[in-house]
């Protein structure tokens, strides 16, 4: 069966620093991938979108940016965090295919406090 | 632009009645609905998807239905249960068949014993 791993579960930073956030997937292979945030009481904004390794959408300009560097790993980064940039992280997958008829399966997110 | 929505204020309601939630969207023609539960602290988990030409779908003791002239999904847990309690995402598919989906902000459910 698939299973999708994200880490860290939280994490606290100093604004200005850098930031790797990651997220691997077992059990399929070439699934779409996605990065959205949660902020509190809101819905899931759609951050990075990938449908094969090297292929990133960017869905709203922003301080961050994501790289696919295998199949089943992606990754959200920045080089130096905002405020703004708190918030509950999510990585998710779907079967490839790019079709909306398939459900997303996510993982249990990253807790990300900037100071 | 785009837009679903969700009715933002919690639902409270005792154990055993049937909660319904409500979505509706704007701007657009969604080919699908999904529904999500999410538990603080937790991700997402996919509970059911109806498509537009389906009117209502059953999985248990949940029920979704799909009005596209209303432009609204109603969901539904009948005979509910305290450990029913948790946040309902409702998602749709936006314009073009693109795996991207767009959400509403979540309803938060509280079923009483």
């Known amino acids: 069966s698939q299973t999708i791993h994200q880490w860290p579960a939280t994490l606290v930073q100093p604004v200005g620093s850098p930031l790797s956030l990651e997220c691997t997937v077992e059990?399929?292979?070439?699934?779409?991938l996605y990065w959205y945030r949660q902020a509190a009481g809101r819905g899931l904004q759609l951050l990075f979108y990938?449908?094969?390794?090297?292929?990133i959408s960017s869905e709203v300009p922003q301080n961050l940016s994501a790289s696919r560097p295998q199949d089943r790993q992606f990754i959200l980064s920045s080089k130096k965090l905002l405020l703004s940039d708190s918030g509950f992280y999510l990585c998710?997958?779907?079967?490839?295919?790019?079709?909306?008829?398939?459900?997303?399966?996510f993982g249990d997110g990253t807790r990300l406090s900037i100071l | 632009s785009q837009k679903i929505e969700q009715n933002s204020e919690a639902l409270n309601i005792q154990e055993g009645k049937t909660a319904t939630l409500t979505c509706n969207y704007t701007n657009y023609s969604p080919a699908y609905l999904q529904w999500y539960r999410q538990d603080p602290g937790r991700g997402p988990v996919f509970l059911l998807l109806i498509r537009e030409n389906e009117k209502e779908k059953r999985k248990e003791r949940l029920k979704v239905t799909f009005d596209t002239t209303l432009k609204q999904s109603l969901f539904h847990i009948t005979a509910s249960q305290p450990a029913d309690s948790a946040t309902y995402l409702c998602a749709s598919s936006g314009s073009g068949n693109t795996g991207k989906l767009i959400f509403g902000q979540g309803t938060t459910l509280q079923v009483k014993p």
């Open positions: 990938s449908v094969g390794i090297g292929q």
């Open positions: 059990g399929t292979s070439n699934p779409n």
């Open positions: 998710a997958w779907s079967p490839p295919g790019g079709y909306s008829n398939q459900p997303q399966h």
